[in-house]
């Protein structure tokens, strides 16, 4: 039963117009009648890999769900949580009212937990709460509405004490006036306490000791206790959620009272085979603890305004057949947006580029963002940020001006320019040395040097500091404390470590942390790097992991054992993954796109990632 109602809320994320608000938190769409031009979507769920799903002897089979479903319509999923009471409301287009009734009929039918469930018929729709869950179903001709509810109010753990008042201890009270005469004292004469000796053999002596006579007084309260603590936790649960279960019943109606349509947005994108956009600023308020709890300290006051915040964050899918993509899509407040069109738009140092890898290397991420515009406008944030409190201003002023004292934004901005690059070479083989205490002759611990042989991740990592000394005086540092020593003009980290020997090097603005030094070019441009400098005149970040080269090398050094083969299959499956983002907003919105393509392109990219997981069980 419980197997059902988890692939009830799960399906929409597989299937891939009501007049409303839009008083959402989040909205997620899918758009079935796109989707199902390029899979069909019930052979999709005949899939062997959803087998266990759909046994013939099964009271559920997953594929007579989905062959409910109406795929010339969307589902959706919204709700909110900024609400003292939350929820999340999933609504199916369905064909088949009748149909829909008779499967979650049976499936009452199996359920054990609770012999009282039942569907309940209302004029125009029908609904089903079971007992021991927290969600209500309903559904007419057109839709079935999956409807959870949430009460985020903070609970008191310990008002529901199950023996606040169960255990009073009574007090014994003492009669003090009674009367020694009137007690009558019987004369015992003990003849002999000698045990004879012909009887001593047929004496039992029984030893019972007072440890193990506390334990087993100890086990039964301990079970009385928590056997009462459990039925009371049940009762509670119960009653809080059959209240739960009228209050689903009161919206659920309302829901229905005109007629239930699948819900639309203007918040996403109906482009996508999945769109999905959520209120930042109302996940923030919530999910933040800080404010959430001075919120609670101060009650009336009025909700503040973030005037630098994302405002909304959209994520948009698309499935081809040679390949996956996904656009994250965040929308700013005016004054962030500004701020964030100077970040992002400097021009990189290419200085850095004089040094990027001499071939194209398994990955890189690398982005050019201004260090300089953000510390200038970090103040007027965090400003913001004590704003939402509740400290009096002239508090606040003695905070900023403190920081704006301390921090240098300028000079701090040299340290670290805003150009970084790391870079993912390969998997080498290394002699790893390091020492171990072993036990001699004699037992007594002595320290040894061992040298084995172990695998190590070549990367590089490659920054500008336009600072003027601070990156030449750490390094001398680094000599004088003997951490560094100079090498072929470079620094090389002392003593062996598990990534095998670290350089550092330091040519004029740039500085480059490398144990794969051979891999870099030093003072001219390769064809990697000036493809990489024309990209970043385009996009402020971008990134690459070659998926199919990485497993490739990976096994000239690694034995994968069994798991060869399947390795293999993974490699000739997926070729990269590749992420950018442009160095221009359009209009308040920046958008970053990934890419996970395929090297197939004869059926879906999901038909395909379902045959690959498939192939690895």
């Avoid at 994302?310 to 698309?318: A, I, P, R, S, Y």
């Amino acid at each position: 039963m419980k197997k059902f109602y988890a692939l009830l809320l799960l399906v929409p994320f597989f299937v891939f117009s009501q007049n409303n608000k839009e008083n959402y938190d989040y909205f997620v769409q899918f758009n079935t009648n796109q989707f199902a031009k390029k899979v069909n979507i019930d052979s999709l769920f005949s899939h062997k890999l959803f087998k266990s799903f759909n046994k013939q002897n099964s009271d559920f089979k997953l594929k007579d769900f989905v062959s409910l479903l109406d795929k010339s319509k969307n589902a959706t999923i919204h709700g909110t949580f900024k609400d003292s009471i939350s929820y999340t409301q999933i609504t199916l287009p369905i064909v088949d009212e009748k149909k829909t009734t008779e499967l979650i009929q049976r499936m009452i039918q199996k359920n054990q937990a609770s012999k009282n469930d039942k569907i309940v018929k209302k004029s125009n729709y029908s609904m089903y709460s079971p007992a021991n869950e927290d969600y209500s179903l309903a559904w007419n001709k057109k839709v079935l509405v999956i409807y959870v509810s949430y009460d985020t109010k903070p609970k008191n753990y310990y008002r529901n004490n199950p023996y606040g008042e169960a255990y009073e201890v009574e007090e014994t009270v003492y009669d003090e006036s009674y009367d020694e005469e009137a007690i009558e004292v019987e004369e015992v004469k003990i003849e002999s306490t000698e045990i004879l000796e012909e009887d001593y053999d047929a004496v039992e002596v029984v030893e019972v000791e007072a440890e193990e006579m506390e334990e087993d007084y100890d086990d039964y309260y301990d079970d009385e206790y928590f056997k009462k603590m459990r039925e009371e936790n049940e009762k509670r649960i119960a009653e809080e959620r059959k209240l739960k279960h009228e209050r689903q019943s009161d919206e659920i109606a309302k829901m229905f009272k005109k007629g239930l349509d699948i819900p639309t947005s203007s918040k996403v994108n109906k482009e996508a085979d999945i769109s999905a956009w959520m209120d930042y600023q109302a996940l923030t308020g919530k999910m933040t603890s800080l404010y959430a709890f001075f919120g609670k300290m101060t009650p009336n006051a009025i909700p503040y305004e973030l005037t630098y915040s994302v405002k909304g964050m959209n994520m948009d899918m698309f499935f081809e057949n040679d390949k996956a993509r996904v656009t994250q899509t965040l929308e700013y407040t005016e004054p962030l947006a500004n701020v964030m069109k100077k970040v992002i738009s400097r021009k990189p140092n290419e200085n850095i580029y004089k040094y990027f890898p001499k071939n194209e290397p398994l990955g890189y991420f690398t982005y050019h963002m201004s260090t300089a515009e953000i510390l200038k406008n970090y103040p007027a944030i965090i400003e913001q940020s004590f704003s939402a409190l509740p400290i009096e201003k002239e508090g606040i002023d003695i905070v900023m001006d403190l920081m704006t004292t301390i921090v240098d934004e300028e000079a701090t901005a040299t340290l670290m320019d805003g150009d970084f690059a790391m870079f993912f070479h390969g998997m080498e083989k290394f002699n790893y040395t390091f020492k171990t205490v072993e036990y001699d002759d004699d037992y007594e611990e002595i320290e040894v040097e061992k040298t084995i042989e172990k695998n190590k991740p070549v990367f590089s990592v490659i920054l500008t500091s336009t600072h003027p000394k601070m990156s030449e005086k750490l390094l001398k540092l680094g000599l004088k404390k003997d951490v560094l020593v100079q090498e072929n003009g470079n620094y090389k980290i002392k003593g062996t470590n598990e990534f095998g020997d670290m350089f550092i090097m330091k040519e004029g603005d740039v500085l480059v942390f490398t144990n794969g030094i051979n891999y870099l070019t030093k003072g001219s441009p390769s064809d990697f790097s000036k493809r990489m400098a024309k990209e970043s005149a385009d996009y402020y970040f971008s990134g690459n992991f070659n998926i199919q080269d990485f497993i490739k090398s990976y096994m000239l050094v690694e034995d994968f054992g069994r798991d060869t083969a399947k390795a293999l299959r993974v490699a000739d499956q997926f070729r990269n993954i590749e992420m950018k983002s442009s160095n221009k907003l359009d209009g308040n919105t920046m958008k970053v796109e990934m890419n996970l393509n395929s090297n197939f392109s004869n059926k879906n990219i999901i038909l395909q990632t379902l045959d690959l997981i498939d192939y690895m069980n």
